[in-house]
């Protein structure tokens, strides 16, 4: 038997070949097993937290910042208490 | 034992009598409930990301204790800052922390400590626009 030959062009399995090669780096979720970044993620550090909103202060995706499921719940759930408290915007305003 | 953090947001023209007298109205209410007060710390004044009760600023304090009845000084602490200090106070949350957990915390920079205007939102994430310099005003009403 000859080795079965894939023909099919898949877009999933493009993405996950470019992934694989290389274009740009694995992601990587900054939290993990860094306590030090860990405890950046507080209601009351807003600074911190707003690199994680878009310009419109929508929360950033997990798909872009890069974070595990577990840090980005963590995270948006930390964004939500600060917005609360008016220490961060739940939208920037046109200008 | 159950440590709690109370972040309390009070209204710009707060006088320093009203901020003793918040203190020590805390202070009463943990002691009622079998607590203690930990800290009681003024952040200063700050420009709120968005208007509360057409207020455009705002005073933070940051409040800890800790008490045997975990259900009963939360509930205390929430009705006197709902219901007492209502006129003075425009939020407040109550928030429970791990008794591990270090009670060092970082805040962003008040007014007080840096005056240029540059806690603005745009200003820090749009440094390099090329709007021109005015165009921050746009949200004040007239």
């Given at each position: 038997?000859?080795?079965?030959?894939?023909?099919?062009?898949?877009?999933?399995?493009?993405?996950?070949?470019?992934?694989?090669?290389?274009?740009?780096?694995?992601?990587?979720?900054?939290?993990?097993?860094?306590?030090?970044?860990n405890s950046f993620v507080d209601y009351k550090n807003s600074v911190f937290l707003r690199n994680f909103l878009t310009e419109r202060g929508k929360i950033l995706p997990s798909r872009i910042s890069g974070n595990c499921s577990k840090h980005q719940r963590a995270l948006s759930r930390n964004i939500r208490?600060?917005?609360?408290?008016?220490?961060?915007?739940?939208?920037?305003?046109f200008f | 034992m159950v440590r709690y953090e109370a972040l309390v947001l009070a209204v710009p023209e707060i006088t320093a009598d009203e901020v003793k007298s918040i203190e020590s109205q805390l202070g009463k209410a943990v002691v009622e409930k079998k607590g203690t007060?930990?800290?009681?710390?003024?952040?200063?004044?700050?420009?709120?990301?968005?208007?509360?009760?057409?207020?455009?600023?705002?005073?933070?304090?940051?409040?800890?204790?800790?008490?045997?009845?975990?259900?009963?000084?939360?509930?205390?602490?929430?009705?006197?800052?709902?219901?007492?200090?209502?006129?003075?106070?425009m939020r407040h949350m109550v928030t429970k922390l791990e008794l591990d957990q270090?009670?060092?915390?970082?805040?962003?920079?008040?007014?007080?400590?840096?005056?240029?205007?540059?806690?603005?939102?745009?200003?820090?994430?749009?440094?390099?626009?090329?709007?021109s310099d005015d165009s921050d005003d746009s949200d004040d009403q007239d």
């Amino acid at each position: 038997m000859t080795k079965k030959i894939k023909l099919k062009i898949n877009a999933r399995l493009l993405k996950k070949r470019f992934r694989k090669q290389g274009f740009g780096g694995a992601k990587h979720c900054r939290f993990c097993g860094s306590p030090e970044q860990n405890s950046f993620v507080d209601y009351k550090n807003s600074v911190f937290l707003r690199n994680f909103l878009t310009e419109r202060g929508k929360i950033l995706p997990s798909r872009i910042s890069g974070n595990c499921s577990k840090h980005q719940r963590a995270l948006s759930r930390n964004i939500r208490k600060s917005r609360t408290m008016a220490l961060m915007p739940y939208t920037a305003s046109f200008f | 034992m159950v440590r709690y953090e109370a972040l309390v947001l009070a209204v710009p023209e707060i006088t320093a009598d009203e901020v003793k007298s918040i203190e020590s109205q805390l202070g009463k209410a943990v002691v009622e409930k079998k607590g203690t007060l930990l800290s009681f710390e003024r952040w200063g004044k700050y420009r709120l990301a968005y208007p509360i009760n057409k207020n455009d600023y705002g005073v933070y304090f940051l409040a800890r204790f800790e008490s045997t009845e975990p259900t009963a000084i939360t509930e205390e602490v929430k009705n006197l800052f709902a219901v007492k200090l209502h006129g003075v106070v425009m939020r407040h949350m109550v928030t429970k922390l791990e008794l591990d957990q270090s009670l060092a915390y970082q805040r962003p920079q008040s007014l007080e400590e840096a005056p240029s205007r540059e806690d603005s939102f745009f200003k820090d994430t749009k440094s390099d626009s090329h709007m021109s310099d005015d165009s921050d005003d746009s949200d004040d009403q007239d």
